[in-house]
């Protein structure tokens, strides 16, 4: 599955794998990377949907709300 395919929860749950990876230790330097670069891709991922999210309830929340000075 691409990262386009991954929806909020799942780059979360997955981002929470790879902390815990890197919390753990033992890893090599390689692979510490490795992990490091897939988790820094999961975060950017995960607040992308968090910024889209955030649009659409803005949006939502101007439809229901009267402009200032109406009402």
């Given at each position: 599955m691409?990262?386009?395919?991954l929806d909020?929860?799942?780059a979360?749950?997955?981002l929470t794998a790879v902390v815990a990876k890197l919390e753990a230790g033992g890893l090599s330097l390689e692979d510490s990377?490795?992990?490091?670069?897939?988790g820094e891709a999961l975060a950017?991922?995960?607040d992308r949907h968090?910024?889209?999210?955030?649009?659409?309830?803005?949006t939502a929340l101007?439809?229901?709300e009267p402009e200032p000075?109406?009402?």
């Open positions: 691409s990262d386009a395919e909020y929860e799942q979360r749950d997955e990377l490795a992990l490091w670069e897939r950017r991922l995960c968090l910024a889209g999210a955030r649009e659409r309830v803005e101007a439809a229901v000075g109406e009402g």
